[in-house]
C-alpha cells in the first residue's frame, strides 16, 4: 500500500520541482493571455445571468414614489399573492414527497435485479426526465384528462369518482410523475453508501428487516435523502410550461404570476414582478443553500 | 425456508422494477396510442388506427420551420457554450486552480433563479436600447447558453480531471508543442468524450425548452415548444403525432449520450 503513495509524492516532488521553473519562464505573457480568454465567457454569462437578476434584485426595490419595500409589504399583505407562494409549495412539497417515497422503492428494486432489467428501466428513465413541460402535460391531458383513457377506465371500474387534472390534486400527480425519474438518478449512486455484509451482520446479531432499516439503513440514507428531496422541491418550485399549458396561466402559482405580469397584456407591472420574482429566489436560495450543506455532510459521511 | 424468501424477495423487487417502467410508460404509450389512432373520445381503446395524422403533421409547412428553428436555437447555443466553456476550463485547470471553486458556486447560480425570474431582467435589458434581442432567436441562444452551462462544466470538469491535464501538458512542452498546439492536438482529443456526451444531454433538454421561448420570443421566432402551445386548440391526433415527433429526436439523442458514455474509452 505504501509503495505507490510513496511513488507518488516522488513524482509529485520532481514535478513541483520541475514546474515553476518552466512557469517562470512564460508566466507574465501566459497568464494574462489566459485571462483573456476567461472574457468572453465573463461577458456573456454577466449579460445573461448576473445582470438579469441584478435587475430584478434593484427593481423589487424600485416603486412609484421611489426606492422602498412597499413591493414586498404588498406581497405578504395580499391574499392573492400569498396564495400563489401557498399553492407552490404545497405542490412542491407534496410532489417532492410522493416522487421520493417512489424513487427510493424504485431505485432499491433496481439494485436487486439481474442486470439486463435493471440497464433497460435506467436507461428508460433517464430518457423520460427529458419528458417534461409542455408535451408531458399534453400527455396527461390524454391520459387523465376530463376525457382521459386512464379516467375512464378508472370510473368505469368506480374506484374514483370524478378526476379533475385541472386542480391542486391534479397538478401534484402532474409533477411527480416528472420528479420520478430525476429522483431514481439521484438516488441509484446513493444505495452504493449500503454495504451487503451490513444487512448481515445485522441479521446475525438479531435485526428483522424493520429495526435494520430503522437503525441502519435510513441513518446512512439520510444525508443523500434529503439532498435529493431539496432538488426536487427546487425543480417543482420552478416549473412553470406544464401548469401554463394546462391552465393558460389560471391556476395561481408563483412562476404563473411572475410570467403574467410581465407578457401579460392588461397588467404588466414588472417591479412588482421583481419583488415576487426575489421572493421565489429566496425560496429557491434556502434550497440551495439546504443543499450544499446536506453535501457536504453526505461526502464526510461516505469516506 | 430461507430459499423461499429469497425468491419471494427477488419476486417482489422484478415486480417494482416493471411497476416503475409502466408507470413511467403510461403517458408516452396513450399519447402514442393516441396519434395513431383515427378518433379515440370517451372510451377506454380508440376507434381504428391510421398513421394520417403523422403525414399530415410532417406537410405542415409551420411545424417544419418550428422544427427547424428549434434545431437552429439549440446548435447556435451549444456552439456558443463549447466556444465559451472549453477555454475556460483549460485556463482554470491549467493556470488558476482556485478559480474551481468559485466557478462550482458560480454553476449553481442557474439552478438556483429559474427562467422566469431571469426572463423578467432580460425582458427589461434588452426589450429595447442599443441591446434589443427581445423577440429575436439571439437572446435565445444566449439563454440556452446559461441553461447548458452547469451540465457542461462539470461533465467536462470531471473528464479533464481524469485525463491529468498537468502532466499531459508537461509532456507537449516537453516535445516541443507550445501551449495552444498542445490544448488543441493533445488535450482537446482527450476531452472529446465527457464533450459529446454533455452535448448530447444538453441538446436534448434544450430542445424541450419552453420557457425562456415563450416569455422572450414567443410567436416572432416560434420553437417546437411553441408551437405545440400555440395548436393546444387543434386536433388532439395531430399533437400527438407532434409530441411523439419531438420525443423521438430526444430519445434518440438522449440513447446516443448513454450509449456513448457506456463505452470504454
Known sequence: ?303 | MRAAETKRGALYHRMVVWLLFFILLLPLAATFLYSISSSWSATILPDGLTFDWYLQLWSEERFLRAFAQSLLVCLGALALAVVLILPLLFVVHYHFPKLDGLMNILILLPFAVPPVVSSVGLLQLYGSGPLAMVGTPWILIGAYFTIALPFMYRAISNNLQAINLRDLMDAAHLLGASTWKAAFLVVLPNLRKGLMVSLFLSFSFLFGEFVFANLLVGTRYETLQVYLNNMKNSSGHFNSALVISYFFFVLVFTWAATRLNREKP
Open chain 1, 1 to 303: 500500500m505504501s509503495a505507490p503513495l510513496e511513488d507518488n509524492l516522488k513524482t509529485a516532488a520532481i514535478r513541483d520541482g520541475a514546474v515553476p521553473r518552466i512557469a517562470d519562464r512564460r508566466a507574465p505573457r501566459g497568464k494574462w493571455l489566459a485571462l483573456l480568454c476567461l472574457l468572453p465567457f465573463a461577458v456573456f454569462f454577466f449579460a445573461f445571468q448576473i445582470a438579469p437578476l441584478l435587475w430584478v434584485t434593484l427593481n423589487s426595490l424600485n416603486t412609484a414614489d421611489g426606492w422602498s419595500l412597499a413591493n414586498f409589504e404588498k406581497v405578504f399583505g395580499s391574499k392573492f399573492y400569498l396564495q400563489a407562494i401557498k399553492h407552490s409549495l404545497q405542490i412542491a412539497f407534496w410532489s417532492s414527497l410522493f416522487g421520493i417515497v417512489i424513487a427510493i422503492l424504485g431505485s432499491y428494486s433496481l439494485r436487486q435485479v439481474d442486470s439486463k432489467l435493471r440497464d433497460f428501466v435506467m436507461a428508460f428513465s433517464n430518457m423520460t426526465s427529458n419528458f417534461a413541460g409542455v408535451p408531458l402535460a399534453f400527455a396527461f391531458v390524454i391520459l387523465l384528462g376530463f376525457n382521459g383513457a386512464l379516467t375512464i377506465l378508472l370510473k368505469q371500474a368506480g374506484i374514483i369518482e370524478d378526476f379533475n387534472l385541472y386542480s391542486k390534486t391534479g397538478l401534484i400527480v402532474l409533477y411527480t410523475y416528472f420528479q420520478i425519474p430525476l429522483g431514481v438518478l439521484l438516488l441509484y449512486p446513493a444505495f452504493d453508501a449500503l454495504r451487503e455484509d451490513w444487512r448481515e451482520s445485522a441479521s446475525l446479531l438479531g435485526a428483522g428487516t424493520w429495526s435494520y432499516w430503522r437503525y441502519i439503513g435510513l441513518p446512512v440514507l439520510t444525508p443523500a435523502l434529503l439532498g435529493t428531496f431539496v432538488i426536487l422541491l427546487a425543480n417543482a418550485l420552478g416549473a412553470y410550461a406544464t401548469v401554463y399549458y394546462l391552465t393558460t396561466g389560471n391556476f395561481n402559482v408563483l412562476p404563473i404570476r411572475i410570467a403574467a405580469m410581465i407578457s401579460g397584456d392588461i397588467s404588466l407591472d414588472p417591479n412588482m414582478a421583481s419583488a415576487l420574482a426575489m421572493v421565489l429566489v429566496g425560496l429557491m436560495g434556502v434550497i440551495t443553500l439546504a443543499h450544499q450543506l446536506l453535501l457536504r455532510r453526505s461526502y464526510h459521511a461516505g469516506r
